[in-house]
């Protein structure tokens, strides 16, 4: 078997092994980190992801980013890219593809350098490899906008020595693991 897919699965059969109140220290750790950041503070946008419950519990950073400043979250296309819609309010999100909530599809937001994305992964390394969920749509999109300041957040049993990659799979410029930049 493909050694991503059996990555996959063990990451999978881990994040059985615990219960959300496991990781709420720690998602709050890096939500914080997060916020005081240099590259927060001074971001016009941030493009970031409605987080499972798998991932880090962004959504304290997300309230932030629509008081603060500009929020966009991304839509599945069909044919499997992505594209960034602003959000003014979490609820009128509606579910979209892979049931995730997803935005409205009004005025499509790209990227520039004055703006940060903020990376859901099954896990990273601290040098910013990335194991996304196998559909290729982070590759995509980081290989179209290249300049973009991006940061992968994951939990600490997501935060791996070592991660299989190929030659599309593209690293994020930080990864913020349980309150700590990499
Ligand atoms: N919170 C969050 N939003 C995100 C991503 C993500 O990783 N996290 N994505 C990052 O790419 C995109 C969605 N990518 C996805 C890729 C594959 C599957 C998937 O295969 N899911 C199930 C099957 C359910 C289904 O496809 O409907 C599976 O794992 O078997 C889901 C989402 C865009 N939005
Ligand atoms: N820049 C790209 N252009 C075209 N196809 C791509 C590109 N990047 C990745 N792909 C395709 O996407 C598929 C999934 O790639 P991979 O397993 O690396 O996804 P992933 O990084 O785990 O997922 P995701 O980015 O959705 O979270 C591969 O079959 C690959 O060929």
Redesign the pocket.
């Known amino acids: 078997m493909d050694v991503?897919h059996v990555l996959r699965k063990e990451l999978r059969n881990q994040a059985k092994l615990h219960t959300l109140d496991d990781f709420m220290q720690e998602d709050k750790l890096s939500c914080d980190a997060l916020l005081q950041s240099h590259a927060y503070k001074t971001a016009d946008r941030v493009f970031a992801f409605m987080p499972l419950a798998s991932e880090v519990n962004i959504k304290e950073i997300l309230e932030h980013c629509i008081a603060d400043k500009h929020l966009a979250l991304p839509v599945c296309n069909e044919d499997t890219s992505l594209s960034f819609y602003e959000v003014k309010h979490l609820d009128a999100l509606s579910l979209g593809r892979h049931g995730i909530l997803a935005p409205e599809t009004t005025q499509v937001a790209v990227p520039t350098e004055k703006d940060i994305l903020i990376v859901p992964?099954l896990a990273y390394t601290r040098t910013g490899d990335?194991?996304?969920?196998?559909?290729?749509?982070?590759?995509?999109y980081l290989?179209t906008y290249p300049t973009i300041l991006s940061i992968g957040m994951c939990r600490t049993y997501q935060l791996l020595q070592s991660i299989p990659t190929?030659a599309?799979?593209i690293r994020v410029s930080k990864v913020l693991c349980a309150g700590v930049f990499y």
């Open positions: 991503k992964a990335r194991l996304g969920r196998g559909k290729g749509y982070y590759d995509r290989s190929e599309w799979d």
